[in-house]
């Protein structure tokens, strides 16, 4: 990576870490932007003992999906007959919104009706960090439409005194409903909101109503209602400009949202409820409000035990600042690799003090990755590992840092391998009805055994066929580190001549192809967790690939099956060819030529998936309208069909042709989640599903773009309608930008990584584990003081301290630059807190509920 190189000369200079980068002046950040990120990433496990159907036929067909408030983000794929459904579906996406609930809904699929709603698991944000990485079985809640809400209103209240005409004074109460924001979506479309204000109390309950607003999620009502209040027989003058105390617990502004139905019946949106006596010590209240469920809503009911649903449920938030600030973390960081031993440096220590190692994986592979870092840092630790293996037989074999490292960066770096290899492969399994199963004891009636075996072995032999053949498109990283391996284990073992193959099949046919086989959702080649009996089908697939890769089960003429009759197939491939492939193979991708060609035969899939776009061509008469299709974007362009799987388009972009990638203001079109992808013809306007799949396609068509001639410095937020354009009301169609575009990602970044937010994740794993660094701090010091025999290892037996002198450095090295971090955190942490007030649009009010 040509954007690698300063950065990786600066890690590998001698000076200290902690000093290594000018830091900013106190106070800097206040006028830089701090990026909060927010991701989520987990699983969607099982559900069990849903309540059954009360016919003869007692069994569901199931799905899953995963809703920010009211929105669907994600789906499952549907789980036929069953009361237990096994989903096993792991998701990750950015959340490019706030939102009040992660809700989980586990529906009936119904082919005639809409589909019922069994049952929900709503998680309130705050309560998320309660539940990370950890598997959880939560009882599923009955699902009351009075209780689905989201969104904000904008209100504000004011007492004047008003004079009657019998000359009395009493006090009007004046409500000022001003705007609601981010209501939900009805039937995917934005609703027909209106709202409903009452002054409601002991003995009266006073209504009235705002208009109807069309299409959209963010009405502005800016509509003002008054009410007289009652005052009491005990009013003076000297209270005047207050209700009196008395009147004031007893009534309460009530506003209620809804859909306007027209034909069918209008829809409770939620509500908010505001004690009038709010106004006891200032005579205006302005504020935005949360909607809350209606009353009923809140309550439990006596219903039957609806079932429950195991999820494994990651949220982080992070809070990013600008560059300068991570520098002698970083550099600490990338210092890694050459420290002397490894288990001293800060990113094997990193490892070392998370509870779950893979939470530090993660960012710190692809911060290595993006300084060409990794390979280094990845020998040093397996060659760590390589001293506490004894046989030669269980090389690589368990979860140690080295391990979850390479399979991580094999995730990232070798998407493209695995699509290129097993995908066309893994698609005709997947939509075939071939059935493969082999064992005697779960064949199903009518089942011919040979028959299966011989689907199993043509699916085997292709995909073999297509692995051995494919070392030109595996990743110079992964051919870099496989090299590194190979010459480690040959050293460790000098006496077996097969470890220097095992130490590579290990990983890339064990770790790599294997699991890809039997979890292709996992690594996004398909959709969707497969149905169960494609499941047992790739299960058996991927139990002979990973046995055919492993060189000692061919070498030696053994294989490692318990099952008789997996024993008995794989007599089958215990022929020479199979070695000689396998052999040939493995020293392609262990060799230290790069591997990659320079320019790909094939392009590249990227995304692809079903959205609305608005109709390209021009029509006099009639509104353009929009579509649904399938769109698909690769390497080399952008297309939409008309349903998957069509091999004609019905309009294609090349990606060198696109402009820029920006958001369509939902005023244009009145309808949510729009972007537009400007090009050489006419801006192309697309509507995604959610605001998550809208994220997704803005980001993966801004990277592939990015390297374009003549991208746009500037661009129209909303669209050209009617003769001009709706944001600048410009005329001309050709008219420049009003708006400055997306800073768009370097060009000279191959992979996308965001190394300040992966520092910034480091930084908080570093921070939530700084007890467990204490603890190894006083480990060193017992190590390098105490130099006997162990009196009480419990101390310091749980880390890898080779070093005792190195590693107490690099702790301190790393508290001092925790503690220098800490400052503009804790900075912006108050600023956010004073600037978003409570009440604020930001920070508002959870209104009173019953």
Known sequence: MAAAAPAAAAASSEAPAATATAEPEA????????????????????????LPYLGPNKMRDCFCTINLDQEEVYRTQVVEKSLSPFFSEEFYFEIPRTFQYLSFYVYDKNVLQRDLRIGKVAIKKEDLCNHSGK????SLQPVDSNSEVQGKVHLELK????????????????????????????????????????????????????????????????????FEVTRSSSYTRKSQFQVEEEDIEKLEIRIDLWNNGNLVQDIFLGEIKVPVNVLRNDSSHQAWYLLQPRDNGNKSSKTDDLGSLRLNICYTEDYVLPSEYYGPLKTLLLKSPDVQPISASAAYILGEICRDKNDAVLPLVRLL????????????????????????????????????????????????????????????????????????????????????????????????????????SCPTVMCDTFYSLRQMATQRFPNDPHVQYSAVSSFVFLRFFAVAVVSPHTFHLRPHH??????????????????LGSWGSLSKSKSSFKETFMCEFFKMFQEEGYIVAVKKFLDEISSTETKESSGTSEPVHLKEGEMYKRAQGRTRIGKKNFKKRWFCLTSRELTYHKQPGSKDAIYTIPVKNILAVEKLEESSFNKKNMFQVIHMEKPLYVQANNCVEANEWIDVLCRVSRCNQNRLSFYHPSAYLNGNWLCCLETSENALGCKPCTAGVPADIQIDIDEDRETERIYSLFTLSLLKLQKMEEACGTIAVYQGPQKEPDDYSNFVIEDSVTTFKTIQQIKSIIEKLDEPHEKYRKKRSSSAKYGSKENPIVGKTS
């Not at 598997?135 to 939560?138: I, N, P, R, V």
């Not at 060409?372 to 074999?397: C, G, S």
């Not at 399994?429 to 779960?442: Q, R, T, V």
Request: hydrophobic share 35%; glycine share 4%.
């Open 369 to 472: 990755l993006h300084h060409d870092k990794l390979v280094p840092f990845a020998t040093a630790v397996a060659e760590l590992d390589l001293k506490d293996t004894q046989d030669a037989n269980t090389i690589f074999r368990g979860n140690s840092l080295a391990t979850r490292c390479l399979d991580e960066m094999m995730k990232i770096v070798g998407g493209h391998y695995l699509k290129v290899t097993l995908k066309p492969i893994l698609d005709e399994i997947c939509e075939s009805s071939k059935s493969c199963e082999i064992d005697p004891i779960k064949l199903k009636e009518g089942d011919n055994v040979e028959n299966n075996k011989e689907n199993l072995r043509y699916y085997v032999d292709k995909l073999f066929s297509t692995i051995v053949k494919s070392s030109m």
């Open 530 to 547: 497969p149905d169960p009996q494609t499941v047992r089908t790739l299960t058996l697939i991927s139990k002979t690939i990973q046995t």
């Open 159 to 226: 007492l004047n005194e008003l004079i009657t005409e019998n000359g009395t004074v009493c006090q009007q109460l004046v409500v000022h409903i001003m705007a609601c924001h981010g209501l939900p979506l009805i039937n995917g479309q934005s609703c027909d909101p209106y709202a409903t204000v009452s002054l409601v109390g002991p003995s009266r309950n006073d209504q009235k109503k705002t208009k109807v607003k069309k299409k959209t999620s963010n009405p502005q009502f800016n509509e003002i209602f008054y």
């Open 27 to 50: 106070g800097d950040e206040d006028s830089r932007e701090v990026r909060v990120l927010q991701s989520l990433r987990g699983k969607i496990c099982e559900a069990k003992n849903l």
């Open 135 to 138: 598997e959880t079985w939560f």
